[in-house]
């Protein structure tokens, strides 16, 4: 069974670049068309999605994060990274990581990609603050 856990400081300056790492256990993160997200959640607000990193190491962006997000797949950890640049008090939120199914990546890109994926298995989440 899957298991995904995300890691990372709970507490960020602004200006600075968040850091953070999900470890994925149970599964590889190179399995043949699979890809693996980066979600948030606000206080108070829905779940935005952030980007997402492919089996093949293809990465994918939410327009509004672009500028400031890179995600990036470290094969010897089996884990996936998120990197937030410039961060600010509006990117408080809890942090998700999760899995996009095969069938999902293969027939549903586009929703994947417009933040309307249907994952099979989350993190289960970690709270990050960022003081100004």
């Known amino acids: 069974q899957v298991q995904l856990q995300e890691s990372g400081p709970g507490l960020v300056k602004a200006s600075q670049t968040l850091s953070l790492a999900c470890a994925v256990r149970?599964?590889?993160?190179?399995?043949?068309?699979?890809?693996w997200s980066w979600i948030r959640q606000p206080p108070g607000k829905g779940l935005e999605w952030m980007g997402v990193?492919?089996?093949?190491?293809?990465?994918y962006y939410n327009p509004s994060l672009k500028s400031r997000t890179s995600i990036f797949g470290d094969t010897s950890k089996n884990q996936f990274s998120l990197q937030l640049r410039s961060v600010t008090p509006e990117d408080t939120a809890v942090y998700y990581c999760?899995?996009?199914?095969?069938?999902?990546?293969?027939?549903?890109?586009?929703?994947?990609?417009?933040?309307?994926?249907?994952?099979?298995?989350w993190g289960q989440g970690t709270q990050v603050t960022v003081s100004s």
């Open positions: 149970g599964y590889s993160i190179t399995t043949d068309g699979v890809a």
């Open positions: 990193i492919a089996y093949n190491g293809s990465t």
């Open positions: 999760a899995r996009v199914p095969r069938a999902e990546w293969a027939y549903r890109r586009s929703a994947v990609l417009a933040g309307q994926a249907n994952y099979d298995a």
